[in-house]
């Protein structure tokens, strides 16, 4: 076997095995591997991809549609801008968003995006996020007319850059259009942040899309955390309130920035409403409330 990219294996906590009309054989387990010598193998030639040349994929996918009549766009992507200035997403998004209503002339094309889910190790809640730099772009987008966006910081794996569970995301996805296209009276989304207020020490969190209600889901409400200066953050204690989250810590008296989620892979966010809708991870500067 010659792996070309990466450094080859097995992708841990994957179920591997073989299977056959009458059996299967789990490779689950320890394996052994030796590193060939002695034997050159020219190195393979450099791929173009041509998705990452300048209007690759508008010119070989958009282009030649642009005489059909869509409905909506559905739309998953934002992993590969994780790594290259995630700050610039919601830029280079908007933008996307406007050429293709130019394409096919329709300034109010519905535009529904699938929100990056969790991935990576879990228990880096300090450390800086390229994911949830994008997360956070995704969701600001909303402020574009017309979108919708699907939150799935709950069904992602750690170890897969493309999550199994597209079932989830499908039904997600399907909620929104029939909101958002056919105008059905539905709750879509999960919670969406609205507006905060700060009340003594304590930060007041109000939110869209809360259905019947806000829910913790599987026990007490986690996934927050505070800061007094925007660049330490310990984590928060929380509870939900008439429908809003109170949002405080013993330690810290003037409040500067609270943050839900705001990991690769959010261990223990678990603010839902009770359609089991998950609220989008967010980010608010109290200074600027």
């Given at each position: 076997?010659?792996?070309?990219?990466?450094?080859?294996?097995?992708?841990?906590?994957?179920?591997?095995?073989?299977?056959?009309?009458?059996?299967?054989?789990?490779?689950?387990?320890?394996?052994?591997?030796?590193?060939?010598?002695?034997?050159?193998?020219?190195?393979?030639?450099?791929?173009?991809?041509?998705?990452?040349?300048?209007?690759?994929?508008?010119?070989?996918?958009?282009?030649?549609?642009?005489?059909?009549?869509?409905?909506?766009?559905?739309?998953?992507?934002?992993?590969?801008?994780?790594?290259?200035?995630?700050?610039?997403?919601?830029?280079?998004?908007?933008?996307?968003?406007?050429?293709?209503?130019?394409?096919?002339?329709?300034?109010?094309?519905?535009?529904?995006?699938?929100?990056?889910?969790?991935?990576?190790?879990?228990?880096?809640?300090?450390?800086?996020?390229?994911?949830?730099?994008?997360?956070?772009?995704?969701?600001?987008?909303?402020?574009?007319?017309?979108?919708?966006?699907?939150?799935?910081?709950?069904?992602?794996?750690?170890?897969d850059l493309h999550p199994l569970n597209k079932k989830d995301v499908g039904e997600r996805l399907a909620l929104i259009a029939r909101s958002l296209v056919y105008n059905e009276p539905i709750v879509c989304s999960g919670p969406i942040?609205?507006?905060?207020?700060?009340?003594?020490?304590?930060?007041?969190?109000?939110?869209?899309?809360?259905?019947?209600?806000?829910?913790?889901?599987?026990?007490?409400?986690?996934?927050?955390?505070?800061?007094?200066?925007g660049k330490r953050f310990i984590p928060a204690r929380s509870s939900i309130k008439d429908n809003e989250v109170i949002v405080w810590h013993e330690c810290i008296k003037q409040p500067v920035e609270v943050r839900y989620a705001w990991?690769?892979?959010?261990?223990?966010?678990?603010?839902?409403?009770?359609?089991?809708?998950?609220?989008?991870?967010?980010?608010?500067?109290?200074?600027?409330?």
């Amino acid at each position: 076997m010659v792996c070309w990219r990466g450094e080859g294996g097995f992708t841990p906590d994957k179920p591997y095995q073989i299977e056959t009309a009458n059996e299967s054989v789990d490779l689950k387990g320890k394996w052994l591997y030796k590193v060939g010598t002695g034997t050159a193998i020219e190195a393979l030639a450099p791929q173009i991809f041509i998705q990452f040349e300048p209007i690759g994929v508008h010119n070989g996918m958009i282009a030649p549609l642009k005489n059909l009549v869509p409905k909506g766009v559905i739309w998953y992507q934002g992993e590969s801008n994780a790594s290259r200035l995630p700050k610039k997403y919601k830029q280079l998004f908007e933008l996307l968003i406007k050429d293709w209503r130019r394409v096919w002339q329709n300034e109010k094309l519905p535009f529904i995006y699938v929100q990056l889910p969790n991935f990576k190790n879990i228990g880096c809640e300090y450390c800086y996020s390229t994911w949830a730099e994008i997360r956070d772009a995704q969701l600001k987008t909303l402020e574009v007319a017309h979108t919708g966006m699907a939150v799935t910081i709950d069904i992602g794996e750690w170890n897969d850059l493309h999550p199994l569970n597209k079932k989830d995301v499908g039904e997600r996805l399907a909620l929104i259009a029939r909101s958002l296209v056919y105008n059905e009276p539905i709750v879509c989304s999960g919670p969406i942040f609205k507006r905060a207020r700060v009340s003594a020490d304590q930060v007041i969190l109000t939110f869209e899309h809360i259905g019947s209600g806000l829910l913790a889901k599987g026990g007490k409400l986690e996934g927050f955390t505070i800061s007094p200066d925007g660049k330490r953050f310990i984590p928060a204690r929380s509870s939900i309130k008439d429908n809003e989250v109170i949002v405080w810590h013993e330690c810290i008296k003037q409040p500067v920035e609270v943050r839900y989620a705001w990991e690769d892979n959010p261990e223990n966010a678990n603010l839902y409403n009770k359609e089991n809708l998950p609220a989008s991870p967010f980010k608010v500067n109290l200074l600027e409330v």
